[in-house]
């Protein structure tokens, strides 16, 4: 598992690779949204949902460039990602074309409640999608 200094430096590079012709305008907008989402239950005993969101690349090829994948576990967002990977119950989007997690977008939520973590997954992917922010995921 990444340290978070590994994992803000393999997100600093990918975003210094990010040219002018691949830019991701809206990812100040996805931050914003994100963190204006809040668990009720977080960290209360017992409770073990996540929601994560993922960074994919060139999924749509009328609007290449970056999007994102929001999802809900029960287990870690790292474990759960290396499912998709692996195409364990694999999102067709992550595993083709997730690039890395972006904790910096949702680890201010985990964990929650099941119950929780179903409604911001759903919450969060919509009200990305409305901003602007091309968004799969959040079912």
Not at 57 to 73: D, F, I, M, Q, S
Not at 75 to 95: L, M, N, T, W
Request: glycine share 8%; charged share 30%; with cysteine.
């Amino acid at each position: 598992m990444q340290s978070q200094e590994e994992r803000f430096a393999e997100l600093n590079q990918i975003m210094n690779e990010i040219s002018a012709d691949d830019p991701m305008p809206w990812f100040k907008t996805a931050e914003r949204v994100c963190k204006s989402y809040s668990a009720k239950t977080h960290k209360k005993a017992g409770v073990q949902s996540r929601v994560y969101i993922i960074l994919l690349k060139g999924v749509n090829e009328k609007r290449p460039g970056y999007a994102l994948y929001v999802g809900r576990t029960s287990r870690k967002p790292d474990d759960r990602y290396i499912q998709h990977k692996e195409g364990y119950k694999a999102s067709k989007y992550v595993k083709k074309y997730g690039i890395r997690l972006l904790p910096e977008l949702f680890k201010h939520l985990n964990p929650m409640s099941y119950g929780e973590s179903i409604e911001l997954e759903a919450n969060i992917a919509e009200a990305l999608k409305k901003a602007g922010v091309p968004t799969y995921g959040g079912h």
